[in-house]
């Protein structure tokens, strides 16, 4: 756990939201960004499972339900990787902020609460480079089932179906997203990330992700 | 006779043979699968990135030269998990004979040359089960060049050419496959391989692995 522990040293500055689905983060992320833009800053935004490398055959493999945890855990890994090689370092290198839908974290919460081992997994993404700012949007299951599956059924992999929980699709969801939940919260002291409570206001957590993102480009020197 | 106890735990057998390209490995495993058929044995063979799943995306993406080398390492692991857990495992614990044309040991050789840190690569193995034999062809880099340029030509990643050792072909080849050699060669010991000498004719090297299987199949493990 090298790297992912360990401050950066390049000129960019890196953010990452993270959390379940429906907890809010890629709104924040999309205001975060536009604001940005708006300043003139020099900002990239990447999302999770994106990379022309491979993510159509994962999305492709989770339609037929064919992945094992392990497998699920290392393609992603690959994903990962190759926007962190193509995308993310060399923006951090030439200076811009760059803002990602999901990190590692996320594999770490999902990987884990599907049985892969925690420290496995964390030593597959050793190469992961440590974020300027964290943020974690703190949801409940309950809560987050309602606000994106009020008029379908939950997808077999955010089900965590593949663990045979619960033949109902909603229950699974709630047993599966509260492990993963459970495995944000251990991680919140382990990577120094920051949580925010997802039932805020959408104004009022722009604004705390605001003040945190230009203290932390004051202390580096960007204007 | 006592009885044979597999390394893995598993009621079938695991077998491997291991080697650099061109160094006989698929004519030797179809010999050696075509003699345990013979004798009434249930034979599983399995090659190496061969999954459904992702092979044919480590090809193209080898074709349009996408990979770096922790994409590489994680896309080979993760062809290797699935074909771990879909096929080798179910078979394993079936009571077949399960043969593997390469398994980690080739990984561990490649992405190492290619600058992997050694233990990252382990960790992503490191629930592979232990074969009950390994047999490693050994053949000089001249001998492999001669063989490799009279069959398939030589291979931009076979040549290593990915990792810029030289832009020349024949010189790439001989500096890749050497450095892969030096790596299998730390191996041997370590994971006990069967060295068998591999300028040796096809039938020599056919009686050698005969031989080493029959001695197990002797103590009754698998009647």
Known sequence: MAKLTEKHNYEGTLVCVEGIDGSGKSTQLALLRDWLKASGKDVIY????????????????KKKNMLSPRTFSLLHAVDFADRLK????????????????????????????????PKWVRQVYD???????????????????????????????????DLKLSNDPFESYLIFQTRVVNEYKKMIKEFDIVKLDANDSIHSKQVKIRKMLNKILADKGVE | MKKFKTKHGYEGLLIVIEGTDGSGKSTQLELLKCSL?????????????????IADV?????????????????????????????????ALKSGFIVLLDRYYYTALARDVVRG???????????????????????????VLLKR??????????????DVGFSTDFYKSFEIYQNKCLE???????????????????????HKIMNKEVQKILDTGILN
Do not use: H
């Open chain 2, 58 to 90: 480590i090809d193209d993406a080898k074709e349009r030269n996408l990979l770096n080398a922790t994409t590489y390492s994680l896309l080979y692991a993760a062809d290797f998990a699935d074909r771990l857990e879909n096929q080798i495992i179910p």
């Open chain 1, 127 to 161: 190469f992961a480079i440590r974020p300027d700012l964290t943020i974690y949007f703190d949801i409940d299951p309950k809560t987050s089932i309602e606000r994106i599956c009020f008029n379908r059924t939950p997808k077999f992999y955010e089900a965590g179906m």
């Open chain 2, 116 to 142: 992997q840190n050694i233990e990252w690569v382990k960790n992503l193995y490191d629930y592979a089960p232990e074969p009950d034999l390994v047999f490693y062809l050994d053949m000089p880099v001249a």
């Open chain 2, 148 to 161: 490799i340029i009279g069959t398939t030509g030589l291979d931009f990643y076979e040549s290593g050419r």
């Open chain 1, 46 to 61: 990447t999302e999770w499972n994106s990379s022309p490398l491979i993510s159509q055959t994962t999305k492709l493999a």
């Open chain 2, 183 to 205: 790596q299998y060669e730390k191996m041997k010991k370590l994971y006990g391989f069967i060295n068998i000498d591999g300028t040796k004719t096809i039938p020599q090297i």
């Open chain 2, 37 to 53: 058929q013979d004798q009434s044995y249930g034979v599983m063979v399995s090659e190496w990135k061969t999954s459904r799943l």
């Open chain 1, 86 to 117: 193509q995308i993310i370092a060399p923006a951090l290198k030439a200076g811009f902020i760059v803002l990602a839908d999901r990190y590692a974290f996320t594999a770490f919460a999902r990987d884990v609460a599907r049985g892969v081992d």
